[in-house]
């Protein structure tokens, strides 16, 4: 029997509001506890899904929202060492994400596992 599992998450845009368990659990702030509950949640249901025995028969399908836009929230995270100086200089100004074809802009979060 083939099973598929398709979980798209909003989980790390705005509000974020990570539950009471993972509240400052990531020192990286409301984001990072976000990220942090996300990657938790995804651990259960693949334990889960190993417990049920039927992880090589699962196709998992992944993916996320990008984010809360970086100027209109204080909790958007970061794309860390990428600054985004062309896009605001010469690709029109303004996000040096959202709003973009760049990395944080339209592209997202997407895995797909099927071990069997």
């Known amino acids: ?54 992880r090589n028969n699962t196709l998992f399908i992944f993916t996320s929202d990008n984010g809360p836009p970086e100027e209109e929230c204080e909790f958007a995270g970061t794309a860390g060492s990428y600054k985004g100086t062309w896009q605001r200089t010469y690709g029109g100004g303004g996000s040096a994400s959202k709003y973009t074809t760049w990395e944080g802009g339209h592209r997202v979060p997407f895995i797909i596992s099927w071990p069997g």
């Not at 989980?11 to 984001?31: C, K, M």
């Not at 990072?32 to 693949?46: C, P, R, S």
Request: zero cysteines; a negative charge; aromatic letters at 12%.
């Open 1 to 54: 029997q083939k099973f598929f599992l398709y979980f798209p998450t909003t989980l790390v845009h705005r509000p974020l509001t990570p539950a009471q368990q993972f509240r400052n659990s990531s020192g990286e702030g409301h984001f990072g506890d976000a990220l942090h509950e996300l990657d938790h949640t995804v651990g259960v249901m693949l334990d889960f899904i190993e417990s049920q025995g039927i």
